[in-house]
Each structure stands twice: as structure tokens, then as C-alpha cells.
């Protein structure tokens, strides 16, 4: 009783997910580990076994891992998280927990590790993602406060913000461009290189191209190429792509700048070096930045409209409705207030009325209160005075922009103001809605991503139920079907049989070995399905392998009268495989001999790829009576037999799908081409040398050379 909880110990240890280790404190090494830790990091049991902490650990010293296991002997320490280092270099993410054990006399180390790779990648796109939301904040923040954009002077504005935006955001290249008059050109207003840490102007792009993109930005707000040597649209005009190639731009981002509700020009994010992925928040974030130079053309025109507020009034109240924008002018001495009436719109105000600052202050919202009035003192003291905030309209909540000037006294007071208000309301609503929309779209990802999980994990369970009916089933029919072999084989011996006798042994083999092969084919394909199956890698001459494969099917071709031919170039060398590669040839030879006619041919033919020097072929051609064109999909498919009525075909439809599995998992490929009446020809393709890793759900080992 005691040797089976061993082994069921022993079977539970092996088939956890989480690496468990028994470590020598004195040398550092794995006593003993299950097949998660060695097989989660690359290694062989043999491997892994000549191992230490050392070998494997990617942020500690020598001198810190005995500090260490000091403080784990002491239960000083019960647990942290690392990095481990894969035997293929890469690091992987781990969280430990300790115990101290007794063995054998002395005390061990008992660790058990967990992959944490994806929670900390996730973690860390999360801080990165943060960090460039701060930044964007940060950014839209100092640049509407900036002086060139309150005065609305565009060149300097340009200026100061192309180079804010590729130092802060280490683009390497930010520019402003403008559409001329008609829309027949774009002239850059600014761009700045960061390399080259300096301001260019003048730059065109002709009509061809304008075209082009007014057209795209008529329906859309942005642009973005994240790899410009694939991406159509730079190949389909031939101008913008000689730009790109030009500056050697690999990404772009662009985004419009609506002035007036017109395209007015475009800012543009240019990327060197790989291409990279823009990501929704930094989109958000361009059309941002868009709007803040659109904000600058608004202070343009609106400062212009306060420069001849006195020559026209009416036309500068008709310019603020268009805009949604107010002014109003006070005299603080003694604290007349005269206002356009598009303020009185935006308050919800009844025009004509006396209005005073407590007028305005009650119109605030409670909560933004107090953050007006501490900015309009400040602008009293000399500070600038520009704040977005909330009002209260007949109960619904307004956005409004405010700027305004101050004139002061000789001695320093304040003696009058002249400002503007903006209702921003439409604008603020849109923001606050996309990001909604992006936090409604991130929650439905991650849910669907739950679910998928959830559905894979419920698949892999199934099949894994399936195999291991399988297995289990061949097995048991295995072990008696053997039995009875060995028996038969005795009786075939037996010189007492008289020839009825003798023929109903023959009988008992014949039916013996061929279920053996289905019942062995099954297992194959169970354990190829589970990713069970083991290879043993090994460079194959085919001179000799295909010789002992033709010698094997020679009494199959003789029997149905069929001709046996190869053609092998000399001195071919695969890496695979011997046995399974074998077991595929033999099994596509068998087919061709039994599919074939009567005195038909049959052969094989390997040679190198032309158009790829590391690959092989091996031919196998019949010729039978072909193959139909709408049966050739159902070929590889396990249990599928195009011949199931012919008595002279044996086996249940197995032998092709084991084939393909067998070559895929020796990075191979397996195909077949066929012409009703003339033959089929099936190919393999296989390496003549390692090429990447065997499938990741496979167990392999490399032979020694």
C-alpha cells in the first residue's frame, strides 16, 4: 500500500502546473524537482539535474542567493517574486514560496514557483500606459497656457509645440501643415527633427496627395500607419510615400486641425526606426493636441474681433454666435459690466439684464467655485486669467472657457478687463463619450477574453478526456492482442497441425497483426492529438532508410504485381525523426501500391527544394486511377476512407491524419496533388537541419552527433 501512495505522490507531483523543487542549502542544487520546473524553463531532466539556483536566477547575485537561503532556513524569509532565465535566454517572471524541510538528517529548501510573466507584462504595459496618460495630461496642460497660444500666434505656437511634443514624447519628428487656399497644396508651418535638434519650414506636398487626403478627412478624424512599407495607403499615393521613404518614417500619425468647422491643415507624429502600434490613448491625444492649435487659429481670430470690438460690434457679436464665444469688458473702478449677447446665451440670462460679477459667480457651479474666484483674484494680482469650468443654465450643467486681459494702473491696480467666454460644452461632452466608449470597449475585450479562456480551458479538458480514453483503450486491447499473437506464433510451430488447422492459425496471426496496426495507429494518433508524442531528432541519410522502406513494401508490391522505382539524389541528409519518418514513407508507399491497378507503377523520388536549399521532398507516385478534386480536403482527416468499399483495402481511415501530424511536428509539411486516371502524388517536405524547436506540445530529444 505504501509503494502505491508513492507512486500516486509521485504521478500528482509530476502533473502539477507549478515548478516544486527540493534545493541543497550547502550547494545550491536541485535535489529533486517535478517535470514543470525543468520542462518550464527549457531544460531536460538530465539538464536540469546538473543545475543550480545560480544558473537559472536572473536578478541575484551569488553572494544574494546565500543571503537568501540563510534568511529561508531562518523562516525569516517565506516568499518573494524573481526572474528566472530559460535555457533559450529568455526571462520569465516568477513568484516563490518557501518551506524548510528535514532529508535525510539535514535541513532542505522546499520551493514552489508559479509563472507570473503575463500578469507582470500586463502590469507593466498598465504603468506604461499611465505614464503616457500623465504625460499627454501634463502636456495639453502646459501648452493651453501657453502665451503664443493665448495670443493666437500661430508660427511661434507651431514652433513651440512640434518641439515640445518629439522632446517629451522622443518622436523623431513633429510637424504642422497648412493647406493653401483651394486645397492644392500643404505647406509645412513647422516641423521639428529631433536628431538634428532643429525647426524646418516651407516643406510642400502637391495636389495629388491634397486631394487625396481632404477626401479621407471629410469622413474621419485621424489617420494612423503603424507600418509604412506595407501599409496601401502610402503605396497608392506615390508622393506621400516618397516623403516617407525620404525621412525614412516607419509609423505615422495624423490628425486634423478643424478651424471654423473646415479642414484647415494637419498635425502629424513621424516615427523612425521599427515600426511601432499607436495606441487609442495617443490617437485620443493627437486629436487633443489638434485641438489646441485649433484653439490657437480660435485666439487668432478672436483676439483679432476684440482689436476691432470698437469699429464693428455687430460683426463681432455675429462672429462670437458662429463661434459660441462671448467677451465682455469691465471697469473696475466702478465695477460696470458690459457684455455681447452671446454671453447672455450662455449663462441662460434674459438679454438687456443687469448683470454684475455676483451675477456670473451665481451661475457657477457649486463645486467649481471656489477655483474661479482664486483665479480671478490671482488675475487681479497680474497672473494670467485663463480656466475652463462648469455653470449652471436653468438647472443643466454648461462647459465655458474663459480668457481674459487686464489693464492696470500706474501704480499697479487693476482699473478694467476685457475677457471672452467660450461655451465648450460640445466639445467636453464628445471627450467625456469617447472615453466611455473606450472604457465600454476595454471591459467588453476583457470580458470576451474571459470567455474565450474559458472556452479553451473546457476544450483542452475534453480532448484531454478523449486522449487519454484512447490510450487507455489501446493499451488494454494491446495486452491481450499481444497474448494471442504469442500464442498463435506457438501454434505455428506446432508440426501436429494438419493443413486446416495450420490455415486457421494464419487465419488468428493475420487478423492478429492487423488489428495490432490499427490499434497502434490509434495510439499515434492520440498521442499526437495530446501533444504526447516523442521524437527523437537525428541527422537521417535516405540513401539507406528509403532502401529498408522499399524492402519492407516489396512482398505488398509483388503480390499486386506492381513495379517498384526510386530516384534519390546522392548523399541526402534530412533532420528528423528515423522511425516516424520511416513509419510515413512505408504508409504512403503502402497506398500506392494499393491503390494503384493491376501491373501498375510505383515510386519515390527525393531531392532539394529550389527554391529553398534546407529543405527536401520526397516524392511518392502512383498510378492509379487519381484522386476526385472535392475528396482531396478530406484526405488528411482521421477516419476518412475514399476506398471503404473495396475489400482489398485494409485499415479504418487513420494512416494519412497520423502521416501530417507526424510531419508537422517534424517541422515539416505533408501534400498531395492528383489527375483522375493518371495517378496521385503525395509529397513530404523536411529539413535538412534544425530549423526552430519541435512543437511546443511535443517531448523531443536531439540525438548526439
Not at 222 to 249: A, C, G, R
Not at 472 to 497: C, K, V, W
Not at 606 to 621: E, I, K, S, T
Request: hydrophobic share 40%; with cysteine; aromatic share 8%.
Amino acid at each position: 500500500m505504501t509503494q502505491e501512495q508513492d507512486t500516486l505522490v509521485e504521478i500528482m507531483f509530476n502533473q502539477t502546473t507549478d515548478a516544486i523543487l527540493l534545493v541543497d542549502p550547502l550547494t545550491q542544487r536541485f535535489v529533486h524537482f517535478n517535470a514543470a520546473a525543468h520542462l518550464g524553463l527549457g531544460y531536460s531532466y538530465d539538464e536540469f539535474a546538473q543545475l543550480s539556483i545560480a544558473d537559472i536566477q536572473a536578478d541575484h547575485s551569488p553572494t544574494e542567493i546565500t543571503d537568501s537561503n540563510a534568511a529561508i532556513l531562518s523562516n525569516a524569509l517565506t516568499s518573494f517574486e524573481t526572474r528566472h532565465r530559460r535555457k533559450d535566454g529568455v526571462i520569465r517572471d516568477v513568484a516563490i514560496t518557501f518551506r524548510t524541510v528535514n532529508h535525510e538528517g539535514r535541513p532542505f529548501i522546499s520551493a514552489v514557483w508559479h509563472d507570473i510573466t503575463e500578469e507582470k507584462t500586463q502590469e507593466r504595459q498598465e504603468i506604461a500606459r499611465t505614464a503616457r496618460l500623465q504625460r499627454h495630461s501634463q502636456l495639453i496642460y502646459d501648452l493651453s497656457r501657453s502665451q503664443a497660444k493665448i495670443n493666437g500666434e500661430l508660427e511661434c505656437f507651431a514652433r513651440e509645440l512640434t518641439e515640445r511634443l518629439s522632446a517629451v514624447l522622443a518622436l523623431a519628428r513633429v510637424s504642422i501643415w497648412e493647406f493653401t487656399a483651394g486645397s492644392n497644396c500643404l505647406e509645412c508651418v513647422d516641423l521639428y527633427d529631433l536628431t538634428q535638434q532643429q525647426h524646418e519650414t516651407g516643406a510642400t506636398l502637391e495636389a495629388t496627395v491634397c486631394q487625396q487626403i481632404t477626401a479621407y478627412f471629410s469622413v474621419h478624424r485621424y489617420f494612423d500607419i503603424n507600418d509604412v512599407q506595407n501599409d496601401p495607403y502610402t503605396t497608392d499615393v506615390v508622393e506621400l510615400e516618397s516623403y516617407l521613404k525620404t525621412h525614412s518614417i516607419t509609423a505615422l500619425l495624423v490628425c486634423s486641425i478643424i478651424s471654423g468647422g473646415k479642414l484647415w491643415g494637419l498635425v502629424a507624429f513621424e516615427h523612425v526606426g521599427i515600426p511601432r502600434e499607436w495606441h487609442a490613448d495617443e490617437m485620443l491625444f493627437s486629436c487633443q493636441i489638434a485641438d489646441q492649435f485649433s484653439m490657437t487659429l480660435l485666439n487668432k481670430e478672436r483676439l483679432k474681433l476684440l482689436q476691432a470690438l470698437r469699429q464693428n460690434e455687430v460683426c463681432l457679436n455675429r462672429a462670437q454666435t458662429v463661434s459660441q464665444t462671448g467677451h465682455w469688458r469691465i471697469n473696475l473702478i466702478n465695477h460696470q459690466l458690459t457684455c455681447s449677447d452671446e454671453i447672455y446665451r450662455i449663462f441662460g440670462l434674459p438679454s438687456g439684464t443687469l448683470i454684475t460679477l455676483e451675477t456670473f459667480i451665481a451661475c457657477f457651479h457649486p463645486i467649481d467655485r471656489p477655483m474661479v474666484i482664486d483665479a480671478w483674484n490671482r488675475a487681479l494680482s497680474g497672473e494670467p486669467y485663463q480656466i475652463a469650468h462648469r455653470i449652471l443654465v436653468n438647472g443643466v450643467t454648461r462647459w465655458v472657457e474663459e480668457r481674459a486681459e487686464f489693464e492696470f494702473s500706474p501704480d499697479g491696480r487693476p482699473v478694467a478687463g476685457l475677457g471672452i467666454v467660450q461655451d465648450i460644452t460640445e466639445r467636453v461632452n464628445t471627450t467625456q463619450k469617447l472615453e466611455a466608449y473606450r472604457l465600454h470597449l476595454e471591459t467588453l475585450v476583457a470580458s470576451r477574453t474571459a470567455e474565450l479562456e474559458e472556452a479553451k480551458a473546457a476544450a483542452e479538458i475534453a480532448n484531454h478526456a478523449k486522449s487519454e480514453f484512447l490510450s487507455q483503450m489501446s493499451h488494454e486491447l494491446r495486452t491481450p492482442m499481444n497474448a494471442i499473437l504469442g500464442f498463435a506464433q506457438l501454434l505455428e510451430y506446432d508440426s501436429r497441425l494438419d493443413s486446416l488447422q495450420r490455415e486457421s492459425v494464419n487465419e488468428i496471426l493475420r487478423g492478429g497483426k492487423k488489428l495490432l496496426k490499427l490499434i497502434n495507429e490509434i495510439l499515434d494518433l492520440s498521442s499526437l492529438e495530446s501533444g504526447n508524442i516523442e521524437l527523437y531528432f537525428e541527422l537521417i541519410e535516405l540513401d539507406s532508410l528509403i532502401e529498408e522502406c522499399f524492402l519492407i513494401v516489396t512482398p505488398l508490391a509483388q503480390a499486386r504485381q506492381i513495379t517498384l522505382w526510386h530516384e534519390v539524389t546522392s548523399n541526402l541528409v534530412i533532420w528528423a525523426d528515423q522511425r516516424r519518418v520511416k513509419q510515413i514513407i512505408v504508409n504512403l508507399l503502402s497506398n500506392a501500391i494499393l491503390y494503384n491497378r493491376m501491373q501498375g507503377r510505383a515510386g519515390l523520388e527525393a531531392y532539394v527544394l529550389p527554391n529553398d536549399q534546407w529543405m527536401v521532398r520526397l516524392n511518392v507516385l502512383d498510378t492509379g486511377q487519381g484522386i476526385q478534386p472535392g475528396q482531396i480536403n478530406e484526405l488528411f482527416m482521421p477516419f476518412v476512407r475514399l476506398k471503404e468499399n473495396d475489400p482489398r483495402i485494409e485499415g479504418i481511415g487513420i494512416g494519412l491524419a497520423v502521416c501530417r501530424r507526424l510531419a508537422e511536428a517534424m517541422n515539416g509539411q505533408i501534400g498531395v496533388s492528383s489527375v483522375l486516371n493518371e495517378g496521385s502524388q503525395f509529397w513530404i517536405d523536411l529539413p535538412m537541419r534544425p530549423l526552430t524547436l519541435p512543437n511546443s506540445n511535443t517531448r523531443s530529444t536531439q540525438g548526439i552527433l
